[in-house]
């Protein structure tokens, strides 16, 4: 039965190892300012990393616009829209990438903002 189990973790080790050579980081959620979000009537951000790695080397981004460790960002969207973050020139102040207006593209649960 142990060396059933090891097999099975071994295995699951081995079929991780793709992601952790490519240096993928998957989904990142941003969640830290969520009373401000629920005002403003949508949740948190999940943003794709993987799928911004496909199209983007990690030196367009990092540490140019974003700080590698989580949390010392203080990204908000008041920041992006005045071309910080996401809203940097390259990015979703671009015509590279749909505009950042259009919240339900990166904010979950986007309902009508609250007055």
Do not use: W, Y
Request: glycine share 8%.
């Amino acid at each position: 039965m142990r060396a059933k189990a090891r097999i099975i973790i071994f295995t699951m080790a081995l079929a991780a190892l793709p992601a952790i050579a490519s240096g993928g980081i998957g989904d990142i959620k941003f969640d830290d300012k969520i009373a401000s979000m629920k005002k403003a009537g949508v949740g948190p951000v999940i943003f794709p990393h993987g799928k911004h790695e496909k199209t983007n080397k990690c030196n367009d981004c990092h540490p140019k616009i974003f700080k590698d460790k989580r949390g010392e960002n203080n990204i908000s969207m008041k920041l992006n829209m005045d071309g910080k973050f996401c809203g940097s020139p390259n990015c979703h102040n671009s015509p590279k990438a749909f505009p950042l207006f259009q919240c339900a593209s990166c904010h979950t649960g986007v309902s009508a903002a609250k007055k």
